[in-house]
């Protein structure tokens, strides 16, 4: 099963991209800052040599991880099939080859080692740890692992479960993609919902004018 952080970290970096409330789409990645006050919110869900809390974004790191979020939004998009991909992604998402390359190489560029934890109360568990090479530590080790991070988990996402319950919400003013969670579940929150159930009132009205 998707861990529970693979699946948290690429549903809210995907999630970053919003409909602006004016017919188009918003960014909330657009400075170094905006990256920076991101990570430090999901501080609890990347490894621990990023220094999350106390991470600060540069031009380089915002480039790289709004490509890596290029790469998923694409991906999540072919997921979703045979339904419509989010309406941000509808016209010129990356080619798909070019998508899962893009993730395959943010994902390597950091080498991992294997780690043992064995809680007191629980059984002993292997994960795979990001660990960066003497000499790289700095800025830029730390964007590269920031990126690795991102990758592994939209891999360890798209390779699990979860994966069948990915839908885009098609509600008016939305672009978000969401876990479905019960098999009536159309909207990725409730106020999507009722934003839908009125346009669809308004439009049978027209229809019968």
């Known amino acids: 099963m998707s861990a529970p952080h ?14 602006d409330g004016h017919g188009g789409v918003a960014d909330d990645l657009d400075t170094p ?9 999901h501080a609890a869900a990347l490894p621990g040599g990023i220094g999350a809390r106390r991470y600060r974004a540069d031009e380089s790191a915002l ?13 999540f998009a072919r997921a ?26 943010a994902a390597a560029r950091v080498p991992t080692v294997p780690v043992l934890s064995w809680p007191r109360d629980g059984d002993p568990v292997v994960r795979d740890a990001p660990t960066v090479p003497s000499g790289r530590a700095g ?12 990758a592994r988990a939209t891999l360890a996402f798209l390779a699990g479960p979860d994966r069948q319950r990915l839908r885009a919400c098609h509600a008016p003013r939305c672009v978000r993609y969401f ?22 009132h308004h439009e049978r009205g027209r229809s019968t004018a």
Do not use: F, M
């Open 6 to 19: 693979s699946t948290h970290l690429a549903l809210a970096l995907v999630a970053t991209i919003r409909h």
């Open 33 to 41: 800052d905006a990256l920076t006050a991101w990570v430090r919110a």
């Open 63 to 75: 480039e790289a991880v709004r490509g890596v979020r290029a790469a998923v939004r694409a991906l």
């Open 80 to 105: 979703v099939r045979p339904g419509a991909p989010s309406p941000a992604d509808a016209r010129r998402p990356l080619p798909l080859g070019e998508a899962v390359a893009r993730l395959n190489a």
């Open 139 to 150: 800025a830029a080790a730390r964007g590269e692992l920031l990126t690795a991070a991102l």
């Open 179 to 200: 876990l479905k969670d019960h098999p009536r579940q159309e909207w990725c929150k409730p106020s999507c919902g009722n934003r839908a159930r009125v346009a669809r």
